[in-house]
């Protein structure tokens, strides 16, 4: 207690130099925070996002099928079992058939990807009650990027060009039926969704199908010929990337934080060497070395403490804030192909605040800790005289 | 119901003879293009939408399966290679050093920036293995007189469903074609021009490529000098002499 009293003491009677040490460490501290916060926040919508928009709660694969090699799509297609097509009656399942295309918006030829889909699917956030639409043309939904690149919207009529599965040719006119906004830019990048049925019957596929989305009430497992792809396989890239993230951030606030344990160590040799006085003071009435290292020591770890405090009174708001308004990307962003919205959410879990606030107490403490050993070597009667040892 | 039975048996067997016809029609046309083997050098005109470029290629071709391409000219594309061995197709780019197959969507690139696709380049069967033909009229195209065919494919795997194709009714030439896609939209126009007798046969030396879709001017073929029946040593198409 009386370490604590005195640690208290000397910190305020500092002055300037201590709130100097605060300010830095309490930075380092929101700063860690908010980071952290953000990588979370990020996590999270992408995570939910990709799952509402395009992996359901697993898929199953044809056999051949690879998402990475549009090469693969020529062979990645099979009738449905009576076992899938029971699942697909029973909305555990919907079949996705995928096959390549080209579209001719306004006499220029872009490569792109048919996917059809049942159009009264729920499982994928896709809005595909669009296609429904009874026209007599084939209706097609595309995303923001796609419409973007194409330089297509709703309404627009573009003429698409596919094999059939002997490799005849045939076009088509498709028409735009809707543009949707969607965070996850693999439903979107070079990507037309057409009803099922029409792509089924345009390629000579009759009830087949490239994969099956699984529905969140449903476990994925090797059915027939189909492969099982979980949602640990089918994000694998997505989590790497965010610990790789995770990773970079670490080397940031390291730095900072670094540099806030510096000038805590700097204070800390200066009060040992300046005060040595008071050091043999403190021995000739009767304390030991240790409870002297021990006062410095704690007199140091303060620090953190006071950072703490004064990083919540400026932290909590702005960090609420941002939590609430939500931290703005850049449009490119999501053209990385990765999926990300227009503002990210910060979520500032107990676990992670908690592990800050360790990482900064015990850092500070272990930065006082090690200057404030060398009183143990001092010698009680010269260190009274205040000489230099 | 005499007189029924006799107009549908006339008629059959004047469906019978035109569409005997337009298979004899299509057989002679086979014969002047399709060639046991052949050696050709041709330009190929490629009309963009700011301007044209001319590449010069060699091509040695056996039958219908085996060709092999060598880009002469422009410099950039001097020493590029091509192999077709049935349906396969490799690329060799002196730039890279590497030799590449071409598949799956690549396949539908096109070649050097033209209206022809590498699919368009591999289909190269005779019209008579894949196409059943009718003669739907007669037409003239530059004071040539020709008979207008109507095909439509009689294989699964062919690349376009039908195709109209007009018939130089002297020389058994196309002059012109439109090429079909299974629903009926014109995919491609080829106008075949300035027919000459070569070795026996006639032969059109330029041929204009149009990609309907696409739209622009079109990719211009010149045959500046072709010779049929050549011998050709079998070591030219293998994967070795791309690299040579």
């Not at chain 2, 002196?94 to 799956?104: A, F, H, L, M, Y």
Request: aromatic share 8%; glycine share 6%; with cysteine.
């Amino acid at each position: 207690m009386l370490a604590i009293q005195l640690a208290i003491k000397n910190l305020l009677g500092a002055g300037l130099r201590t709130w100097l040490n605060v300010a830095v460490l309490s930075f380092a501290f929101v700063v860690i925070v908010f980071y952290n916060g953000m990588l979370d926040g990020w996590n999270r919508q992408a995570l939910k996002d990709t799952r509402e928009w395009e992996v359901g709660n697993g898929q199953l694969w044809h056999p051949a099928y690879d998402r990475y090699d549009p090469f693969s799509l020529q062979e990645a297609h099979a009738p449905l079992s009576g076992e899938v097509v029971s699942l697909v009656q029973r909305k555990q399942l919907t079949p996705v058939l995928i096959t390549q295309a080209s579209a001719y918006p306004k006499g220029r030829m872009i490569n792109i990807v048919l996917k059809g889909i049942d159009p009264d699917q729920q499982m994928l956030k896709l809005p595909t009650s669009l296609l429904k639409e009874d026209s007599g043309e084939i209706p097609a939904l595309i995303g923001k990027r796609m419409a973007q690149s194409a330089r297509l919207k709703t309404g627009d009529k573009v003429l698409v060009r596919w094999r059939d599965k002997n490799g005849t040719f045939d076009a088509r006119e498709i028409h735009i039926a809707g543009v949707f906004d969607a965070n996850v830019p693999s439903v979107d990048n070079g990507q037309f969704w057409i009803p099922l049925g029409n792509l089924q019957q345009m390629t000579g596929m009759e009830n087949e199908a490239t994969l099956l989305v699984a529905a969140n009430t449903h476990t994925v497992q090797k059915t027939g010929i189909w492969e099982a792809r979980d949602l640990d396989f089918l994000l694998k890239e997505f989590n790497e990337i965010m610990d790789s993230k995770k990773g970079s951030s670490k080397v940031i606030y390291f730095l900072l934080l670094a540099i806030a344990l510096l000038a805590i160590f700097d204070t800390q040799v200066l009060s040992v060497f300046r005060r040595q006085k008071e050091i043999g003071t403190y021995i000739a009435l009767g304390m030991t070395r240790a409870e002297v290292v021990r006062i410095f020591t704690v007199e140091g770890s303060a620090h953190s403490f006071l950072a703490l405090l004064l990083g919540a009174l400026y932290g909590i708001p702005f960090l609420a804030y941002l939590a609430k308004t939500g931290i703005p990307m850049p449009k490119s962003a999501g053209e990385a192909g990765i999926a990300i919205s227009d503002s990210i959410i910060p979520v500032y879990s107990a676990g992670m605040v908690v592990t800050t606030i360790l990482l900064v107490v015990i850092t500070a403490t272990v930065v006082s800790y090690f200057p404030a050993r060398r009183i143990s070597s001092m010698k009680p009667t010269e260190a009274l005289k205040g000489k230099i040892q | 119901m005499k007189k029924l039975i006799l107009l549908l048996f006339t008629c059959f067997i004047v469906y019978q003879a035109n569409s005997q016809d337009a298979q004899t029609i299509l057989t002679k046309v086979d014969q002047n293009m399709s060639s046991t083997n052949r050696i050709s050098e041709s330009s190929m005109t490629i009309h963009g939408k700011r301007s044209s470029r001319t590449l010069t290629s060699k091509t040695w071709a056996v039958g219908t399966k085996k060709s092999y391409t060598e880009y002469l000219s422009p410099a950039s594309e001097q020493g590029t290679k091509m192999l077709k061995l049935e349906n396969q197709l490799w690329i060799f780019s002196p730039s890279t050093d590497r030799i590449i197959q071409i598949s799956g969507h690549l396949l539908r690139q096109s070649v050097m920036g033209s209206d022809l696709s590498y699919e368009d380049m591999m289909e190269d069967r005779k019209l008579t293995d894949i196409y059943t033909a009718k003669i739907s009229g007669e037409e003239k195209i530059e004071d040539r007189t020709c008979n207008v065919l109507e095909l439509t494919s009689k294989v699964a795997d062919v690349a376009y469903y039908s195709q109209k194709i007009w018939v130089d009714a002297e020389r058994f030439v196309p002059l012109k074609q439109e090429l079909y896609a299974k629903s009926g939209q014109q995919l491609k126009l080829v106008e075949l021009k300035d027919v000459k007798q070569i070795d026996g046969r006639w032969f059109p030396t330029t041929v204009i490529y149009k990609d309907i879709l696409k739209g622009g001017k079109g990719t211009e073929m010149k045959m500046m000098d072709i010779k049929f029946d050549q011998p050709i040593p079998d070591h030219v198409f293998s994967k070795a002499s791309l690299k040579q």
